[in-house]
C-alpha cells in the first residue's frame, strides 16, 4: 500500500455508470487507460478505475488492482492526472476520507491540490458536439462542473447561427473570438434563440450554484453577438439569485464585443434587447453586480440595456451607443454608474425615445457624449430623462438623486424641433407612474450644453419676404426638421446685417424658411439660424435642491424651463451658480422661463439681466426698504402656541434692547411664536410664485443649556393648512448671527403666518433670543415694523445690508406707554386735508397718516408729533428717523422724508415730493422711529 498511486490519463468530475461512453473529458478512452472518478453522485464509488473493455461507443470501467480493496486506501493518497482533457489536465489529486476506510462503505472525496494559483477547468466548445454553434456552446457549459469555469469559443470563426437558447446556470467566462453569432429561429420553425442567453439559477442541476455570465470578445469589431427576432434579446437575467451559494457574488459582464439589435436601414427589428431584466420578484438580483464595458452597442429596436428595479449594482462604461430606440433604461433602486459612454441616439426609422432614462435613485451620469443623429432622428425626446415614480412594494423614491457630471451634450445641428431638450424631470400629468414623490434631488454641474445651429446657404427677399435656405451637403436632406409656422429663430452673421435678428417663421420647406422683415436688400450670404425658444434643461416636477452649477450653456435663448408645481406643499430650494453663458450670435438669452421658480440660489452669469438671489450677508442695494411681518418689534404680541413665554427687553446686536428672549414651557411640544405675513399690501399684492427672503437675528443667551439650538423656521398657508415652501432647520450658538432663508411658492390671496420652533418640535426646555425678524421680497436690510400690515420705506436713495448701520443706535426707554399725538395743523395738505396716527403707534415708533384734502394740496408740507407723558430724563432731543411709506396712494419715486426739528416734546417731520402735488383725497405714510 503506497500513499502515491501510479497516474490516471484522465480525471471524470462527473457521474457515470460502469459503462458509459467511450469519449470522456474530451478523450476517447483506450483497454486498460486508467481514470479517476470524482464527481459520483453515490461518493464512495468514487476512485481509481481502469478500462476493463471496449464496446464502441462504449467501455465498461473497473476499479484499478492497486485500488480496490479497503487496505488500498489511506487518508491522504495523492494520484496525478496527465496532460490530457479539456479539464484538470495535469492536476494532483488527494483522497481526504478519515481513516480506518471501508471500500463501498466510506465516502471517497478527492480535493484537487493547488500549487499556486488555482486554474478553472477549461472547455473548448468547437470540441463539442452539436448541430451548431449554440449547440457546442451549450454543451461546453453542461460538461463544466457546477463549480463552473471557462467555455473557450475562439475555435468557433465567421458567421454562425445560435437557434435556440442557451441556459448559464453555473459560474461560467465565454471566450468569443472572430466570429458573428445570430440569433434566429431553427429551420423549420421550432425553437428561436430568445433570448440567446438565458441566464437563471438551476437548483436542480446544480443545487445553489452561483450562474455568474462574463462574457469577453477578441475586440468589438471581431466578436458580435447579433439578434434578428423582433422583442428578442441576447441576454436575459430570471431567477432569485439571492439563494444561491455566496450570497453578494452575483455577476453579469460583457465587454469587447459587437452587441448588435439587427436594424438596418428603414428597417426595425421591433422591439430588440440586448440586456433584459425582470422586474422584482420575477428577478431577484439586488445583491450582483452588472458590468457592461468596451462594447460598441448598436441597432436594437427596443430599449437596448433595460435595468429593472431587482437589480441594485451596475457598471455601464466606455461603451459606444449607435442608433438604438433607447440606450439604457434604469429602474427605482438601482445604484451604479454610467461613465465615458458615446451616445448616437438615431433609430434607423421614427420613433426613438430618450437616450437614457432613469426612475432613480443614486445615478452617476459622468463623462459621455450625447448626441442625436440629424439625418434620422426627428423627435424631441430628451438625452436623459428623469422620472418619479414609486416601486409596488411601497418604497417611495424618486427620479432623482442623480448626478450629472462633466459630460457633453453635443451640438445637433438642424434639429429645431422647441420641445427637444437635452435633460428632462418628468411632470406629474406625463405617463402612467405613480408621480406622487418628486423628482430629485439632481446635481447637474460641469458639463457643456451645445444649442442647434444651422449654416446659411443663401437669404433673399422680396415684397417683404425673406426666404433662407439652409445647406444639405453636411448632413441633412431635410435641414429645417423642427421649425414649423409661428417658431422663433435667432439669424446671425449674414451679409448684409438687416437680415439678422429674431423672427417669427410665416412657411417651412424641408429646405428652407420664410420670415417678414421691412428691407431695401434683396440678398444675403452667410451666416447661422439657430432656434430661439429651445432650452437646455427642462424641470417639470418640484425637486430638492437641484443644483445646477458651473456648467457651460452655448447657443441657447433660454437655458432652463423651470415649470414645477408644489406637490404636498414642498418647493425646491435649488440652485443655479457660476454657470457660463454662451448666447447666440446677435441674440440675447434668459436663465429661466418663470424667472426660476424653486431656485433659492441665483447666481446669475456676467452680463445677465436677471438679479441675484443669494443666502449670504452681502451689500445688496435695493430700491426701497419692506417688512411685511407684522410686529416685528412686539415678539412678546405675537400668537404664542403650546406653554412658550416671551420676554422683551434683551439686549440686541447693536447695543439696544431690542431683542426678546423665548422660553419653552416644559410641558408641550412643538411650542412655536408665530406674526401674520401680509402679502396684499402695501400697494400691490405679491404674485403665485414669489420669492420671500426670510431674515434675523438669533442666539442662544449667555449661560442657558443648547436644549433649544435647533430652531426650525416655516412658513404657513393658513389656507391651504400646508408648509408654503420649506421648513428650514437653522443651528444656534451663543453669539449673535444673521440668518437668511430663502423661501419659494407663495400663492397669490393665501394667508401666511411666519412660525418660530426653538427646540425643533421635541423639545420641552430651552431658550433662545431673536431680534429683527422681517419677511421681504427684497434681499435688503432690517425695517422695523410696529404695525399690522407691511412697513414700506420707498424713501429715495438706496439701502444695503451692513452692520454698521445699526452699530451707533440705541433705542430710547420711556417711563410711560402711551401714544404720541398729532400736535397742531399739518401743512401742504390743502382744503380739509388732516394727518393722524396709525393704530399700534407708540413713543418709539410709528406711522403717521396723511390725508390730502379735495383741493389746494401741495408738493411739500410738514407734521409735527407730540410726545405724551414726562420728558426724556436728561432733557435733551432725541434722534427720529423718518421714512416714507405708501398708503392707499404710492409716493412719487423723488419724493423725500427728513426730520426737520427735534425736542424732548415733539418732533417735525418734512416731506417733499420733488415734483406733482399730492392727489386730491389720497393717502400718503411717514414711518417714524424715535432713539435715543
Known amino acids: 500500500m503506497s500513499a502515491w498511486k501510479e497516474p490516471v490519463r484522465i480525471c471524470i468530475p462527473t457521474n457515470i455508470n460502469a459503462t458509459t461512453s467511450q469519449v470522456q473529458n474530451g478523450v476517447t478512452l483506450a483497454l486498460d487507460d486508467r481514470v479517476l472518478l470524482v464527481g459520483q453522485s453515490h461518493a464512495p464509488q468514487n476512485g481509481i478505475y481502469y478500462v476493463q473493455s471496449v464496446s464502441a461507443p462504449n467501455v465498461t470501467l473497473a476499479r484499478a488492482l492497486d485500488a480496490d480493496a479497503s487496505g488500498d486506501f489511506t487518508p491522504g493518497m495523492s494520484v496525478c492526472v496527465g496532460p490530457e482533457g479539456a479539464l484538470y489536465a495535469n492536476t494532483e489529486w488527494v483522497l481526504t476520507a ?11 472525496t478527492f480535493k484537487q491540490r493547488m500549487f499556486g494559483p488555482a486554474r478553472a477547468p477549461t472547455v473548448h466548445a468547437s470540441e463539442q458536439p452539436g448541430a451548431n454553434a449554440g449547440e457546442q456552446i451549450r454543451n461546453a457549459i ?23 437558447p442557451i441556459v448559464v446556470d453555473r459560474p461560467v467566462t465565454l471566450l468569443i473570438g472572430a466570429a458573428t453569432y445570430t440569433a434566429k429561429e431553427s429551420t423549420p420553425p421550432a425553437t428561436a434563440a430568445n433570448p440567446m442567453f438565458d441566464i437563471q439559477p438551476n437548483t436542480t442541476v446544480c443545487g445553489a450554484s452561483r450562474p455568474n455570465f462574463a462574457v469577453v470578445g477578441l475586440d468589438p469589431y471581431a466578436s458580435t ?59 431577484d438580483f439586488q445583491d450582483g453586480l452588472i458590468r457592461i464595458e468596451h462594447n460598441t452597442i448598436q441597432n436594437f429596436g427596443g430599449t437596448a440595456v433595460h435595468i429593472d428595479d431587482s437589480v441594485y449594482v451596475y457598471r455601464i462604461n466606455g461603451n459606444q451607443f449607435k442608433s438604438n430606440a433607447a440606450s439604457i433604461h434604469i429602474g427605482l433602486f438601482a445604484d451604479g454608474s454610467i461613465k465615458e459612454n458615446w451616445f448616437w441616439q438615431a433609430l434607423h426609422g421614427p420613433g426613438s425615445g430618450p437616450t437614457l432614462t432613469v426612475l432613480g435613485p443614486a445615478v452617476r451620469v459622468v463623462n459621455n457624449y450625447f448626441l442625436r443623429a440629424p439625418i434620422y432622428d426627428t423627435v424631441a425626446e430628451p438625452d436623459i430623462l428623469l422620472i418619479p415614480s414609486h416601486d409596488k412594494r411601497g418604497n417611495r423614491q424618486a427620479g432623482g438623486y442623480a448626478w450629472i457630471l462633466d459630460n457633453r451634450f453635443a451640438s445637433e445641428r438642424e434639429n429645431f424641433n422647441k420641445a427637444r431638450v437635452r435633460i428632462k424631470v418628468r411632470g406629474r400629468s406625463e405617463g402612467a407612474e405613480d408621480l406622487t414623490t418628486v423628482g430629485g434631488p439632481l446635481m447637474v454641474r460641469g458639463n457643456l450644453f451645445l444649442g442647434n445651429a444651422a449654416p446659411i446657404v443663401s437669404v433673399s427677399a422680396s415684397s417683404n419676404v425673406v426666404t433662407v435656405t439652409l445647406d444639405t451637403t453636411t448632413f441633412s436632406s431635410v435641414p429645417t426638421q423642427g421649425l414649423a409656422v409661428g417658431d422663433r429663430v435667432t439669424i446671425t452673421d449674414v451679409t448684409p446685417a438687416e437680415f439678422n435678428g429674431e423672427f417669427t417663421i410665416t412657411a417651412v420647406t424641408p429646405t428652407t424658411f420664410q ?19 429651445t432650452f437646455a434643461i427642462e424641470l417639470d416636477n418640484p425637486g430638492f435642491m437641484h443644483d445646477i452649477s458651473q456648467n457651460i450653456f452655448a447657443n441657447y435663448a433660454t437655458l ?58 452681502r451689500q445688496v442695494e435695493t430700491r426701497y426698504l ?84 435647533t430652531m426650525v423656521v416655516s412658513m404657513r398657508d ?5 408648509t408654503a415652501g420649506d421648513m428650514f432647520t437653522v443651528n444656534l450658538g451663543n453669539p449673535w448671527k444673521k440668518y437668511k432663508l430663502v423661501t419659494n411658492g407663495i400663492i397669490a390671496g393665501h394667508t401666511y403666518r411666519l412660525h418660530f420652533y426653538p427646540g425643533y418640535f421635541d423639545r420641552l426646555q430651552g431658550e433662545v433670543t431673536l431680534f429683527g425678524p422681517q419677511v421681504s421680497e427684497l434681499d435688503a436690510d432690517y425695517l422695523p415694523n410696529p404695525g399690522t400690515q407691511s412697513a414700506y420705506d420707498k424713501t429715495a436713495g438706496s439701502r444695503f445690508e451692513q452692520a454698521a448701520i445699526f452699530t451707533a443706535i440705541k433705542t430710547s426707554r420711556r417711563a410711560d406707554t402711551s401714544a404720541p399725538s398729532i400736535q397742531g395743523t399739518p401743512s401742504g395738505l390743502g382744503t380739509g386735508g388732516s394727518a393722524a396716527l396709525v393704530a399700534g403707534s407708540t413713543q418709539v415708533s410709528g406711522t403717521i397718516e396723511l390725508t390730502a384734502g379735495s383741493a ?12 405724551v407723558g414726562s420728558d426724556y430724563a436728561t432733557g435733551n432731543a432725541p434722534v427720529v428717523i423718518a421714512t416714507l411709506a405708501d398708503g392707499n396712494q404710492a409716493w412719487a419715486g423723488t419724493a423725500q422724508a427728513r426730520l426737520s426739528a427735534s425736542s424732548s416734546t415733539d418732533f417735525t417731520v418734512a416731506w417733499s415730493t420733488n415734483g406733482a402735488a399730492l392727489a386730491a383725497g389720497k393717502k400718503y405714510r411717514i414711518n417714524y422711529h424715535v432713539l435715543a
Open 626 to 709: 419692506i417688512n411685511r411681518l407684522h410686529k416685528s418689534e412686539q415678539l412678546d404680541e405675537w400668537t404664542k402656541n403650546g406653554s412658550i413665554v416671551v420676554a422683551s427687553g434683551e439686549a440686541d446686536p447693536f447695543g439696544a434692547a431690542r431683542a426678546f428672549k423665548v422660553t419653552l414651557g416644559g410641558t408641550t411640544s412643538s411650542q412655536s411664536i408665530a406674526s401674520v405675513v401680509d402679502i396684499v399690501n402695501p400697494s400691490s399684492a405679491l404674485p403665485t410664485g414669489a420669492r420671500l427672503f426670510i431674515t434675523f437675528w438669533a442666539r442662544i443667551p449667555a449661560g442657558s443649556t443648547a436644549d433649544a439650538a
Open 856 to 867: 389746494g394740496a401741495s408738493s411739500a408740507g410738514s407734521v409735527t408729533v407730540a410726545f
Open 98 to 108: 478519515t481513516g480506518p476506510i471501508t471500500l463501498g462503505t466510506t465516502s471517497l
Open 515 to 533: 420670415y417678414a422683415l421691412a428691407t431695401t436688400a434683396t440678398s444675403g450670404t452667410g451666416g447661422a439660424v439657430s432656434s430661439a425658444e
Open 142 to 164: 453542461l460538461a463544466l462542473p457546477c463549480t463552473g469555469g471557462v467555455v473557450d469559443a475562439r475555435g468557433i470563426t465567421g458567421d454562425v447561427e445560435v437557434t435556440a
Open 560 to 617: 432652463i424651463k423651470d415649470a414645477q408645481s408644489r406637490v404636498d406643499g414642498s418647493y425646491g430650494g435649488s440652485i443655479f451658480a457660476n454657470n457660463h453663458v454662451i448666447p447666440p450670435r446677435g441674440g440675447g438669452y434668459r436663465e429661466f422661463v418663470n424667472e426660476g421658480r424653486e431656485f433659492s440660489v441665483v447666481r446669475p452669469s456676467a452680463g445677465s439681466a436677471l438679479e441675484p438671489v443669494d443666502g449670504e450677508a
Open 718 to 722: 393658513l389656507t391651504d393648512a400646508t
Open 225 to 283: 453577438f447579433k439578434t434578428t427576432l423582433e422583442d428578442g434579446a441576447l441576454f436575459e437575467l430570471s431567477g432569485d439569485f439571492t439563494n444561491t451559494v455566496g450570497r453578494g457574488r452575483e455577476y453579469f459582464a460583457v465587454e469587447q464585443m459587437t452587441l448588435d439589435g439587427g436594424s438596418s436601414g428603414s428597417t426595425v427589428v421591433s422591439g430588440s434587447m440586448m440586456l433584459k431584466t425582470h422586474p422584482y420578484p420575477t428577478l
